[in-house]
């Protein structure tokens, strides 16, 4: 084989490497985002929600920690949309609501 037929041999497995490791990540997130929708959402009753002092609606929070503007939507531990519900890293298994805050909020970082 010429040196030439080895590097074109080389490129051609390098972009196929690529675009399946890409097509893998893509369809693998997939079913994550179709499951966030039927968790059953956790209740402000529930033990890790009452410890953290989950609320569903952020602006009716009485806790000092609370700064204006802090959901669940602007939270790195937060996977979903802006608006309905979404999962939680802190809540395995259940959703929480978009406009939710705990006292473990982290801003996501830019």
């Known amino acids: 084989m010429s040196k030439e037929q080895d590097i074109e041999s080389r490129r051609r497995f390098l972009k196929v490497a690529a675009g399946t490791t890409a097509a893998a990540v893509v ?3 997939l079913p994550r985002f179709a499951r966030a929708a039927d968790l059953p959402p956790v209740s402000e009753s529930d033990p890790t929600a009452k410890a953290l002092g989950y609320v569903e609606d952020a602006s009716k ?5 609370y700064k204006a503007g802090d959901d669940c939507t602007n939270c790195q531990f937060y996977t ?3 608006t309905g519900r979404g999962s939680c890293q802190l809540f395995p298994g259940k959703s929480v609501n978009a406009k939710g805050w705990c006292v473990s909020h982290t801003p996501k970082k830019a």
Not at 61 to 65: D, F, S
């Open 27 to 29: 369809f693998g997130g």
């Open 61 to 65: 929070t009485t806790n000092a920690k």
């Open 80 to 82: 979903g949309g802006a």
